[in-house]
T-cell receptor, first 109, second 114 residues
Framework: GQNIDQPTEMTATEGAIVQINCTYQTSGFNGLFWYQQHAGEAPTFLSYNVLDGLEEKGRFSSFLSRSKGYSYLLLKELQMKDSASYLC??????????WGAGTKLIIKP | EADIYQTPRYLVIGTGKKITLECSQTMGHDKMYWYQQDPGMELHLIHYSYGVNSTEKGDLSSESTVSRIRTEHFPLTLESARPSHTSQYLCASSGPGDLTGELFFGEGSRLTVL
């Protein structure tokens, strides 16, 4: 079967750095996506990796290793507004998005 | 900014009623999706469409139907609402190829069935 694993919850301090990991086993791979979802709101797209390596977008970076079935989302200079759930999703060989359950990130002052 | 709209945003209805949740997008996307999500839980795909007159069932589709008569419009219908249908319903659309994974979501329709 297809599976995506992420930690359920993480806590970090304002101004610090946090890394949210995602491992996946899917039938085929056409890209890995990270989404941010604030409580009660819809998810919004953050980043996309299809080749191995690091993609940087301001305070957010996402890394992919296809051989290891592994990705992480790195958030720097954490702000209180970064408190949200972070969803990892993989586009499989049928171009279907397979979603992880999400990681709830709690930022403390 | 995404141009995808859902109505109603909030709906409270009684058991047995028929309801239709509306979703429209102005981005010309061929691919559209309906997801169900309970608070703090993962997204479950209910239905999807890859274009006009094309609809497919997702993992959670047995009690609902969709139609895609126009590219921009993808309504979801529950023929007979039950309390177990109480949830948030999210509509989304995406572009072609690798862009398929970059979904634009509507603000959601929060349904409560009494």
């Amino acid at each position: 079967g297809q599976n995506i694993d992420q930690p359920t919850e993480m806590t970090a301090t304002e101004g610090a750095i946090v890394q949210i990991n995602c491992t996946y086993q899917t039938s085929g791979f056409n890209g890995l996506f990270w989404y941010q979802q604030h409580a009660g709101e819809a998810p919004t797209f953050l980043s996309y990796n299809v080749l191995d390596g690091l993609e940087e977008k301001g305070r957010f970076s996402s890394f992919l290793s296809r051989s290891k079935g592994y990705s992480y989302l790195l958030l720097k200079e954490l702000q209180m507004k970064d408190s949200a759930s972070y969803l990892c999703a993989v586009l499989d060989s049928n171009y279907q998005l397979i979603w992880g359950a999400g990681t709830k990130l709690i930022i403390k002052p | 900014e995404a141009d995808i709209y859902q109505t109603p945003r909030y709906l409270v209805i009684g058991t047995g009623k028929k309801i239709t949740l509306e979703c429209s997008q102005t981005m010309g996307h061929d691919k559209m999706y309906w997801y169900q999500q309970d608070p703090g839980m993962e997204l479950h795909l209910i239905h999807y469409s890859y274009g006009v007159n094309s609809t497919e069932k997702g993992d959670l589709s047995s009690e609902s139907t969709v139609s895609r008569i126009r590219t921009e419009h993808f309504p979801l219908t529950l023929e007979s609402a039950r309390p177990s249908h109480t949830s948030q319903y999210l509509c989304a659309s995406s572009g072609p190829g690798d862009l398929t994974g970059e979904l634009f979501f509507g603000e959601g329709s929060r349904l409560t069935v009494l």
